[in-house]
C-alpha cells in the first residue's frame, strides 16, 4: 500500500459521517435540511501536477477543471470557492489570479474566501468548491448494477495527446493542445443525467483507473469495449486509432470526461441528451458480476495495460 | 505594500459576491435560502506557522484551531471540514490523523473529504471547514460604531509566553505552554455573543493588530486601556504586569480569543454570558470617531509600538 493509500485509511477510519461518502467519492455530499451541498477540494502541486513553466493561466485553469469537474459527476451546479495559495513570483501570481478570474466568471462561480501565504518550497496551490445537488439520489460511484450499461461523455485521450504534443514528443493538431490547456468539465451534462444514472464519476487519471474504481467502489466487474470507446478525428489523425492507440487514450489523463452507468431503460432518454447538449454520450461497455476490469476488441481478450493511468490520491 | 497584500487586492477585485465579505473577514457567509453558511480555509506552511520539529498532533490542533476560531467569530457551530495534506514522514502522518481525529471529535465536526498529494518541499496543510451561523445578521469586523464598548474574552499573551518557554526564551508555568499547545477557540462564547454584538473577529495574530484591522473595517478609531487588558495569573508570574508585560501580551499571537463591540445597553447581557460560561469577558476599551488605533494607561498615551503582531495574509 502507499504511503498515500495507507495515511487515506487513516482517516477513512475517522471519516465516518455519511457526507463523506467513505472518502471514496468525488466529492462530500452534505444534507442540510433540505439542500443538498456538494464540497470538493483538489490540490495541485508545483512540478508534481504540473510544469514549472506551465502557463499561470492555464494551473489556474486547471485547478478549477479538477474540482468543477467532480461536482459535474455529482449533478452539482457549482456555487462557490475558496483559494489556498502559496505565494511565489510576482507576475506569475498576477497572471493565475487573472486567469483565474475569467474562469470563475465563464462557470459563474463566486470566490469567497480562502488563505494566501508564503513558503519557501514548490507552490501548492488549492481550492475548494461547493456546489449544490437535487437531491435526494446525489449520483455515487458506488451504484453500479450488474447488466448497466458504461457510458462515456465526449471523447478520451486528447488532452493527453495534447500534453504530449507540448513536450515535443508527437506531433498533432493545436485542438488536441486546447484540449488539454482548456479543459472542459462536463457541468451541465452531469446535471441532466444525474438522475438517471446508476453511478456517476469522472475521468480524470485515465479511463481505465477510475473505471477500476467504480467497479470497485461498486462490488461488480467492468467490461469495456475498446473498439467503441470515442476518439476525436485529431486524435485520430496524430495517434491513430490502433489498439495501441486506443489503449494509449483510455490510460491519458486530463479528459475530464464523464463515466457513468445507466440500466437499458435509459437509453433513449440518454442519447436525448447527448443531442440536446450536442455532447457525444457513447456506450463503451457493460457491468458484470465480479470484480475488476474486462478489456475486449473485435480481436477478443486484451491484456491490462501494466498502467491504468495516473495514480494519486483523491478524496 | 506586501506581495500578498497585493495579491489579495487582485483577487479582492473579482471576490465581489456579498459571500465574500470583501475577503476582509474572519469567513465567508453563504446564504442559502434560510439557511446560513459559513466557510473558511486556512493554511498552515511547514517552517512558517510551526516548527518542523513541532509535535504532530500540536500542528493538527492548531491547523484545526484557526479555523475554528475564524466560525466561533461569526456565531457559526462548525459542522464538517476538508483536508488537504502534502504527505511526508509516514510516522508524522500517522500522528498528525491521530490529532486531528481526537480533535475533530472533541468538536464534533466530521471530516468530509480533502485531497492528499506528496511534494518535494515543506509541508503545506490546508483545511476547509464548513459551519452553520443562525441567520440573518452574522456578525462582521465592519459594524462598531463610535460609542461601542470593546470587549475581549479570556486573557491574552498566554500562548506568546508558552511560545517563548518552549524556545527557552523565557520560564514560567506549564499552563501557558498548553495555551500554546492546546488551542482553545471560543466557540460557545461566539454563538451566544453573536445577537449581542455589533462587530466581532478572532484575535490570532495579536490584539493590536487584530483591533487596528477592526477599525479599518469599521471605519472607525479603537482606544485600548493597557490597564485593563486580562492577564492571567501565570502570564504576570511570568513576565509581569507593567506596561512592557502588556504591550508583549497585546502583540503575541495564537491567543484564539474573541474581540468583539456592543452597544452599552449590552452589558449586563454579556456579563450574564461570561457568567454562564465560565469565561472573563472584559472591556478593554471603546469605539471612537476617527481612525487607527489609540493606546493609553494609568501614566498617560502609550505610543504604538513599532510591531502590532503578526503580519500574514488572511481572508
Redesign the interface.
Known amino acids: 500500500m502507499s ?2 493509500a ?3 485509511d ?2 477513512r ?5 455519511p ?2 461518502r467513505g ?1 471514496a467519492d468525488d ?2 455530499v ?1 444534507e ?2 433540505d ?1 443538498v ?1 456538494v ?5 495541485l ?1 508545483e ?3 504540473y510544469l514549472p513553466d506551465d502557463p499561470p493561466d492555464h494551473v489556474a485553469s486547471k485547478l478549477l477543471a479538477v474540482n468543477l469537474s467532480d461536482l459535474a459527476a455529482k449533478g452539482a451546479r457549482p ?2 470557492a ?6 511565489g513570483d ?1 507576475a506569475w ?2 497572471a493565475f ?2 486567469g483565474l ?1 475569467a474562469d ?2 465563464a462557470h459563474s462561480v ?13 507552490r ?1 496551490l ?1 481550492l ?1 468548491l ?1 456546489g ?1 445537488a437535487r437531491g435526494p439520489g446525489v449520483p455515487s460511484r458506488a451504484g453500479a448494477r450488474p447488466g448497466d450499461d458504461l457510458w462515456l461523455s465526449g471523447t478520451i485521450g486528447d488532452a493527453g495527446a495534447g500534453l504530449a504534443i507540448l513536450r515535443g514528443s508527437l506531433t498533432g493538431s493545436d485542438d488536441l493542445v486546447s484540449r488539454y490547456r482548456i479543459p472542459r468539465p462536463r457541468l451541465q451534462a452531469g446535471r441532466a443525467l444525474a438522475t438517471l444514472v446508476s453511478a456517476m464519476m469522472d475521468v480524470s487519471d485515465g479511463l481505465l483507473i477510475d473505471a477500476g474504481r467504480m467497479a470497485r467502489a461498486s462490488l461488480i466487474g467492468i467490461e469495456i469495449d475498446l473498439d467503441t470507446l470515442p476518439l476525436s478525428d485529431a486524435y485520430i489523425a496524430a495517434v491513430g486509432d490502433d489498439r495501441a492507440a486506443r489503449l494509449r487514450a483510455a490510460t491519458a489523463g486530463d479528459d475530464y470526461e464523464l463515466l457513468f452507468t445507466a440500466h437499458e431503460a435509459g437509453r433513449g432518454n440518454i442519447a436525448e441528451i447527448g443531442e440536446r447538449l450536442a455532447l457525444p454520450l457513447t456506450r463503451i461497455g457493460r457491468c458484470i458480476d465480479g470484480t475488476g476490469l474486462t478489456l475486449t476488441d473485435a480481436g477478443g481478450p486484451v491484456p491490462l495495460p501494466d498502467s491504468l493511468g495516473w495514480q ?4
Request: charged share 15%; no cysteine; aromatic share 4%.
Open positions: 504511503a498515500e495507507a495515511f487515506i487513516i482517516l477510519g475517522f471519516a465516518t459521517a457526507a463523506a472518502l466529492a462530500a452534505l442540510l435540511g439542500r451541498l464540497l470538493t477540494k483538489d490540490m502541486a512540478g508534481v501536477h456555487l462557490a475558496l483559494l489556498g495559495y502559496t505565494l510576482e501570481d498576477r489570479a487573472e478570474r470563475l466568471a463566486s470566490l469567497i474566501g480562502g488563505d494566501t501565504i508564503a513558503s519557501n518550497g514548490p501548492i488549492s475548494t461547493i449544490e494519486h490520491g483523491d478524496a
